[in-house]
């Protein structure tokens, strides 16, 4: 696909990211809108640091809306709903030329609905496509009465919404573009005084609050059961400024040395150091698979919305390197089996028996192969994707004569 033909000048679009992953994936859709356009480009919106690297000023910080689960949602709802409604009174006074919301469905969708119903002109494009295919299919068909366009990021998505008349496009995931397997061991090492023969265990638990409140304990329990085993155990938790704080609080009395870090860079660093990892359900498995450090996922949510949830969900894995081969690669302990002894068996199975990690290993390339097809990174097939949403909204307007979009009203 050549490069859009813009307009002399750039188009203004309103980002919306509500967790890291999402913040991720908006820097680089940003990078790659800034390459295409030549820098002919405004951003606005909501994003977190990454995002605010690449020039966003968001509206309000990105850390209110990072909430997960019915019932750790309903204390913070109130503010909720006026962030939902101050970011539409945004939306209708900037008029973008149009609106991107990463993920977050619980927020973006609303801001959506609403958007829609205030200002029909203003082109809806909503990044990751919903996992109608893992539960509530009937949400295709939601997607497809609010949006304009769906970029998915996985190969299988876009059928599912085609045959309700929305428009989807396969963009491929931008993980790949982060350098998830390109680390540097030895490096990570030799900057914390990690010798060769000490064994590093990565422990991810998680970018919510409410995650780390939840799993560290049952990380911590763990490691106590694994250290008599392995005298050598090194811990490494890379986080995020989300819930920096918390976490170091939570690991300041680890019974294992432990070292935290911040930044992809570290993380990369320790994951290309590490033998295995122990890892929060979420985008970062997709990181782990990428740099091919074998991994048991845990997770645990409030009974009650786990309760809910299973009467939707229609799949048998929650971890997506599952979901996709279709069968129990990476160990998943969820709720009730989200507990010290299992994890303390899982991560010391890996640990001790070389076997067992390289056929994780070697069972997750393929997985990576397919985040990532084709020579043209996801971001940029993302990025060229809006524009040319954009475009061809500019060019219609401008067909009929009408005002378009990207200029706020007077």
């Known amino acids: 696909m050549n490069g859009p033909a813009m307009a002399e000048n750039g188009p203004t679009l309103f980002l919306i990211a509500g ?38 000023v968001s509206l309000f910080p990105m850390a209110e809306l990072t909430l997960f689960g019915i019932f750790e949602l309903l204390p913070h709802l109130p503010n909720l709903i006026r962030r939902i409604d101050q970011t539409v009174a945004e939306i209708i006074h900037v008029r973008p030329d149009a609106v991107v919301g990463i993920d977050s469905p619980g927020f973006t969708v609303r801001v959506a609905k609403k958007v ?8 809806l494009i909503h990044y990751v496509a919903p996992t109608v295919w893992a539960w509530k299919p009937k949400r295709a068909a939601k997607y497809a009465a609010i949006y304009d366009h769906l970029l998915a990021v996985l190969p299988f998505e876009p059928p599912y919404f085609e045959k309700e008349g929305l428009a989807c496009t396969f963009v491929g995931h931008s993980v790949v573009e982060g350098g998830a397997g390109q680390g540097d061991g030895a490096g990570f090492r030799l900057r914390h005084g990690i010798a ?15 995650e780390v409140s939840r799993l560290l304990p049952d990380f911590r329990a763990t490691l106590d ?9 090194i811990v490494v938790v890379p986080t995020v ?8 609080a939570a690991i300041a009395d680890w019974p294992v040395r432990t070292v935290m870090v911040e930044g992809d860079t570290e993380k990369y660093d320790a994951f290309a150091a590490a033998e295995v990892a122990l890892a929060a359900s979420g985008t970062v498995a997709l990181e782990l698979a990428l ?16 309760a809910l949830y299973r009467r939707l969900i229609r799949v048998k894995y929650v971890n997506l390197v599952n979901l996709m081969r ?41 997985v990576a192969r397919w985040l990532g097809q084709g ?13 040319d949403v954009v475009t061809e909204k500019r060019a219609n307007c401008s067909q009929k004569g009408e005002p378009g979009t990207g200029e706020q009203k007077p």
């Open 225 to 233: 059961l694994l250290r008599p085993s392995h005298p050598n155990l």
């Open 326 to 366: 279709d069968d129990m690669l990476v160990p998943e302990l969820l709720q009730q089996d989200c507990r010290p002894d299992r994890l303390a068996a899982e991560l010391g199975r890996l640990l001790d028996d070389s076997t067992a990690r390289q056929e994780q290993i070697d069972g997750v390339a393929e």
């Open 241 to 248: 400024a989300t819930v920096r704080d918390r976490v170091a």
């Open 116 to 123: 829609r119903a205030a200002d029909p002109a203003i082109p």
């Open 19 to 56: 967790e890291p992953s999402g913040d991720a994936l908006g820097a680089r859709l940003m990078a790659a809108a800034k390459r295409l356009t030549g820098g002919r480009v405004r951003f606005v919106g909501i994003g977190g640091e990454r995002m605010m690297a690449e020039g966003l």
């Open 291 to 306: 740099a091919r450090l074998p991994t048991v996922i845990a997770y645990r949510l409030n009974p009650i919305t786990v």
């Open 196 to 210: 060769a023969t000490d064994r590093i265990v990565a422990v991810l638990p998680g970018s919510r609050k409410g």
């Open 375 to 387: 020579d043209t990174p996801p971001s940029e097939r993302a990025a060229r994707t809006i524009l």
